[in-house]
């Protein structure tokens, strides 16, 4: 038991270098209130965020099952084992992490110029590398407009 929880906590601290230099929104967090207080966002962006939110909760709900039945199934007998579980958890993680960023993007793209800036200026703040935006289109996640 203890070398499972042991196993979870390395996988976790492996995930978390990949994600911070980028300045993340949060889309799809519990701080979607703050994303809206604090961006002063539009009614045409409140609704952009809601949507974009489920979508990447539906997303990532299914890679959270399968990271979840992975760790649940895969042998942890062996140093080979636990690597081999490493590398596929790490997989998922990625996945759902740029997922997110592409969300974040998203939102980002539909910020004004002062909304921007503000963003930029949070980031700095906490040394975070602000992130392009991304215009939504038909052919990508999200992309009702």
């Keep these: ?6 196993t979870t906590l ?7 270098p ?29 609704e952009k965020l809601r949507l974009w939110t489920e979508e990447l909760e539906a997303k990532n709900a299914e890679l959270q099952a399968k990271a979840k039945q ?3 199934t895969q042998p942890q007998s062996t140093t080979e084992e636990v690597e081999v579980l490493g590398a596929k958890y790490r997989e998922i993680k990625e996945v759902m992490l740029a997922n997110s960023l592409h969300y974040d ?8 110029e002062l909304q921007y800036q503000t963003y930029v200026e949070l980031c700095q703040e906490v040394f975070r590398s602000p992130m392009a935006p ?12």
Excluded: H
């Design 1 to 6: 038991m203890i070398y499972r929880i042991l």
């Design 10 to 16: 390395c996988l976790i601290f492996w995930m978390f």
């Design 18 to 46: 990949a994600s911070a230099q980028e300045c993340a929104l949060g889309v799809g967090g519990k701080d979607t209130d703050l994303i809206v207080l604090v961006f002063q966002l539009s009614e045409t962006q409140q």
């Design 70 to 72: 992975l760790l649940q």
């Design 105 to 112: 993007r998203l939102l980002l793209g539909t910020f004004n």
């Design 134 to 145: 991304e215009e939504a289109t038909s052919n990508r996640p999200g992309g009702q407009e």
